[in-house]
């Protein structure tokens, strides 16, 4: 009887620097998990990451060889003694990373210059893969591993609930402390805020010594703010209606988040909407459709 492999964790490159700070976090995370680590620079033509205008294809082709060489000595040198592997594939980058998300442990990506954009762009690799991956996602922030706890964000949607237990998963095998915070808008509403971190806990079982965080303002910038003290943000990618892929405050983790996130899905393999594109807050008319035909829209809240 053939064993099969273990899942890998798969790190998607771009030649950036942002995918070399992806590959290092990927690196750890694959030693840690006792897990392969597979790079994968998808090659697409004529291709948009090449200097070449317009692009010579041999030239292209061997600027994307030097992009996964370099990344594969990148992990090795971070991480010594890690399993890696380079992949240089051809096809689109968004299709090819969530067909990998399939199978994969964990995804690990870049943060696309994310920061700096107005919004968030609906053609980014970035947006596709956390609002529709097969797995959990992580978004690398920073050059150094960041110090501190484990942070996870609960709202008392199904969503957030499956971050809680990955969370608790992840502190117990790393030996770390866990901290799990809700946000309220208002003080008056700081009751209910305990009740709903209360019932969160006890819906997780097994799980002691997390300390809770009861934060009061608006969630998107307070959750941001929180993450400047964390080792990594783990949430949820929507909201507590589950009308998207992609909540409004999850974009505002995935542009502006202190730390790592790890975006945590419900979705399984087989379930979920197809290959299209995720539109951003701002493009939903133009895209003109909704999740069911294709489209993930990004509006609602993933996190209160």
């Keep these: 009887m053939q064993i099969p492999a273990p899942a890998p964790v ?13 590959t290092r976090l990927g690196a750890r995370e694959a030693m840690a998990r006792g897990r392969p680590l597979r790079i994968v620079h998808v ?8 200097s070449d205008d317009p692009p010579d294809y041999c030239s292209a082709r061997r600027e994307a060889d030097l992009i996964v060489r ?22 689109q980058p968004v299709r090819e990373l969530l ?25 980014s690799v970035a947006v596709q893969a956390v609002a529709r991956a097969r797995c959990p996602v992580v978004v690398a922030r920073g ?17 957030s609930l499956q971050a809680l237990r990955l969370a608790a998963g992840e502190a117990g095998r790393r030996e ?15 009751p209910a805020g305990r009740r709903l971190l209360e019932n969160a806990i006890a819906g997780v079982p097994g799980l002691t010594g997390a300390r809770t965080r009861l934060l009061v303002g608006d969630p ?22 589950g009308s998207s892929l992609l909540g409004v405050v999850a974009g505002e983790l995935l542009r502006h988040c202190a730390c790592p996130t790890l975006f945590v899905h419900g ?37 209160s």
Excluded: C
């Excluded at 798969?10 to 992806?22: D, E, H, K």
């Excluded at 993450?227 to 909201?239: C, E, K, L, Q, T």
């Design 99 to 123: 067909r990998r998300s399939r199978t994969a442990e964990l995804l690990v990506l870049g943060d696309d210059d994310l920061t700096t954009a107005p919004g968030l762009p609906p053609d």
């Design 176 to 190: 770390l402390a866990l901290e799990v915070a809700h946000v309220v808008g208002r003080p008056e509403q700081e």
């Design 143 to 159: 050059v150094r591993p960041p110090s501190g706890p484990l942070l996870v964000a609960v709202d008392g949607s199904p969503a």
């Design 267 to 303: 979705t399984t393999a087989g379930q979920g909407p197809g290959d299209g594109t995720a539109a951003g807050p701002g493009n939903r008319t133009a895209a003109g459709k909704g999740p069911g035909n294709g489209t993930v829209r990004t509006a609602g809240a993933l996190t």
């Design 220 to 241: 998107a910038p307070t959750l941001v703010r929180a993450s400047r003290r964390a080792r990594m943000m783990i949430v949820g990618p929507r909201g507590t209606d």
């Design 10 to 22: 798969v790190v998607g490159v771009s030649g950036t620097a942002a995918g070399l700070a992806a």
């Design 43 to 50: 090659f697409a033509w004529p291709g948009r990451h090449y």
């Design 70 to 91: 370099e990344a594969v000595a990148t992990a090795s040198r971070s991480v010594p003694g890690v399993r890696v592997e380079g992949v240089l594939v051809d096809g």
